[in-house]
């Protein structure tokens, strides 16, 4: 499949569904191979089928993010099943809104493990493979709640405001390297994701997420687009 992503590898962690699965159509889209991970097999068997009617060389394996053996058995995986990553798109994240007094440790630790500490173990695992690739795009996608908080939103909050600041320094530190970082910040997107605000038409697609993502990555090389912000246009009054 042509594209101008032929012959290059990325990795979309959460591609199940919503975001992660739109961004992994428009990846092999555009020709590159992609592994992605769910925390079911059921859904990553799901989603594969449907990503193959894509065309394309698509594989995919179970991995919970906030686990750093995890995190290394699904790279294993990826380097047996593909070519060297050398595109990384952090998107798994989950939410668990509830008041700071109300929200027990084990929910505050699971949304900073997923959202935060996930990015981490695959960006560690990912830097040495895109070393060897001679560079590498990494797009992690973060939220406007990385910069606005809300009541209910304390543990979300924390885990986006966290990735923000993780995306830049990590830019800073590996620019060098000809790795590029960028982080996406959506507003409502239309997924299942947050029971809070529901399902919409006036929302963001994931999509056009997936079309910021295209748009990084085409990039050439001697620029970084290091910060993307997203809206909907018309949001209810």
Known sequence: MGGFLSGKTALVTGGTRGIGRAISHSLLSEGASVVICGTEQNKVDAALAELRKTGGSVTGTVADVSDPEAVRRLFTFADEHAKTISM???????????????????????????????????????????????????????????????????????????????????????????????????????????????????????????DVVLAVLRMPARTTISRVEMRPSMPPK
Request: include cysteine; charged fraction near 20%; aromatic fraction near 8%.
């Open 88 to 210: 990384l798109v952090n998107n798994a994240g989950i939410g668990i809104f509830r008041p700071v007094g109300e929200i027990t440790p084990e929910e505050w630790r699971r949304v900073l493990g997923i959202n935060l500490d996930g990015a981490y173990y695959c960006t560690r695992e990912a830097l040495p493979r895109m070393r060897q690739a001679g560079g590498g795009s990494i797009v992690n996608i973060s939220s406007l709640a990385g910069r606005n908080p809300f009541a209910g939103g304390a543990a979300y909050n924390a885990s986006k405001f966290g990735l923000n600041g993780f995306s830049e320094a990590t830019m800073l530190d590996h620019r060098q390297e000809g790795i590029r970082v960028t982080y996406v910040m959506p507003g409502s997107v239309d997924t299942d994701f947050s029971p809070r605000t529901g399902r919409g038409a006036w929302k963001i697609a994931p999509e056009d997420v997936a």
